[in-house]
């Protein structure tokens, strides 16, 4: 998946708004854009003006400014994205490609206005020609090329998909094919049967292998249960492993619980075994209620890989009450682990409420653990600049060493900005040696 990386990166930062428009396109923008599109003015000559320059990138040609006359005044820029797109899609072919052509002009996509342009204009023209938007598509670079083909291949299987396969099936065996086959499962292709069909059109061994590793990967974030039904299309066991716990990671954010009980159900070593935690770590943030509940009736055996000191959740379950934290961290049986439970909460909530995280720092009874929460809540007080959390905390009497620690992490942290309020916390530090220790911490120049 990793030769991969540059191209989803590339393609999902440039169409990232243009993906949203295109899943919606019959049901959703017309419902959410009322005015009439502008007529097109006719395009005017594309010759140099006086000595030769070119116009200044400021200028629009009449076809864009047709399209943003089409769009009303708002500040909504997602509403704006659509009511472009709808005017696109109603535009005459050779206005289209008009519009093409004064995008080709830069080669690169440069705002999610250019990816919402780009794939609404090819989407358009592959209504009146598939084969022949696929061909335009085809003559562009780098990440116009790619997300072109993928709006024109889009459109061309919802609208001939006979057609369409055909077109891929007849395309040589190069790694623009399987990159190709790849983006558009990883854009949402939910279809396994066509995923399928599409991958074993590849006749080459290896790049078919690759592809199909590649295409369930991609698969897991639109169709989790049809990549794992996919799964026993991949030969190799070890291959086969890897791809099953990414699916199993697409699987983890719409069914977080399922997601983790398998993990934790394979054997030591496999991959998706040793993710286990990672997908308690997501589903923490996800739903921090739910994962508590989840934690509290596991074995203990998993309970302490799951707070393990080192690698286990160190920040999470957003959501969760402290009421909540409480009650989950009662049936957990081993102590140090409790403590870590209580921490992992805490720690969540430095930046969001330090005023609930100091308030439960009482239930951590190791007091180095309490300490190093303490300083964390304390860092996130500094940088918010809530000194009114430290006090009303101050105020309850923590255990000095505790006091200590929060209160140089705070100074520490005030002082990247303000070092005289920073001496000022400094002199409430109760221990001797962390409080001159901290002084210097602030006195040295940055």
Known sequence: MKRWRPLLLSFLLGSAAAAVWYSYQRREIRTLTSSKPAVVAPQSSRALPPGGRNPKSSAKSPTDAALDAASPPTRN????LFARSKAIMELPRDKVEALLDDLGKSGRIRSPLDATTL????????EFDPAAAMERAGSNKREVRDIASFAVMSEWL??????????????????????FLTMLNFAGASDPTLSAELTGSIADPEKRAAA?????????????????????????PD????????????????EPERAVSLAFAKPDGDPSRSSAVDFVRQWSDQDGPAALKWISSQPPEIQAEILAKDNGVKRGFSGASSDEVKSAALKVTDPAQRDQLHAAWINGQASSNPEAGFSHLSNIKDRDLQAQSAAGIAAEAARANNP???N?????????PVRSAAIARYAET??????????EWTQRIPDPKIRAATAAKITKPQ
């Open 77 to 80: 820029g997602i509403r704006s």
């Open 119 to 126: 794939m609404a204009a090819y989407a358009r023209l592959a």
């Open 158 to 179: 919802s609208k001939d998909r006979p057609a369409a396969v055909s077109w891929f099936q007849l395309l040589p065996d190069t790694d623009d094919k399987a990159k």
């Open 212 to 236: 199909v590793a590649d295409s369930i990967r991609s698969m897991a974030w639109s169709n989790p249960d049809g990549a794992m039904a996919r799964l026993k299309e991949i030969e190799d």
């Open 239 to 254: 291959d086969r492993a890897e791809a099953e716990r990414d699916v199993l990671r697409g699987l983890a954010m719409r």
């Open 388 to 390: 009114d959390a430290m």
């Open 392 to 400: 009303l905390w101050l105020d309850s009497n923590p255990p000095a």
């Open 414 to 423: 005030v002082g990247r900005n303000d070092p005289v309020a920073a001496a």
